[in-house]
């Protein structure tokens, strides 16, 4: 399994960012993908899942209303887009694929990509 992430940047506080996560080496429609981040001086958060058999979605409440995961699957790619930016938001973002239906937490993922930074400035 190999998992790559792109579209970290800085942005302003209230901007957006969309971070792209192309997957290979598993069957597709059968994991689901999980979006995690990690501050500095924290532990990792799951933030957004999303079940790639059936599109079913799950946020954390301190991005539910401002991030979507969406994913296109001819393309085995899957989004986290970042709306309403604030400075709390900045850490590194990284996918994560495994056997789960859809789950925020670090142990239901033994695949990880390397992580894109996130930065939001006020």
């Known amino acids: 399994v190999q998992l790559v992430e792109s579209g970290g940047g800085l942005v302003q506080t209230g901007g957006s960012l969309r971070l792209s996560c192309v997957a290979s080496?598993?069957?597709?429609?059968?994991?689901?993908i999980g979006w995690f981040r990690q501050a500095p001086g924290r532990e990792r958060e799951g933030v957004a899942c999303?079940?790639?058999?059936?599109?079913?979605?799950n946020y954390a409440d301190s991005v539910k209303g401002r991030f979507t995961t969406s994913t296109d699957n001819a393309k085995n790619t899957a989004y986290l887009q970042m709306n309403s930016l604030k400075s709390e938001d900045t850490a590194v973002y990284y996918c994560?694929?495994?056997?789960?239906?859809?789950?925020?937490?670090?142990?239901?993922?033994?695949?990880w990509g390397q992580g894109t930074q996130v930065t939001v400035s006020s």
């Open positions: 999303i079940n790639l058999n059936s599109g079913v979605t």
């Open positions: 080496g598993f069957t597709w429609h059968t994991y689901g």
């Open positions: 994560a694929a495994d056997l789960v239906l859809c789950g925020l937490h670090e142990v239901d993922y033994g695949n």
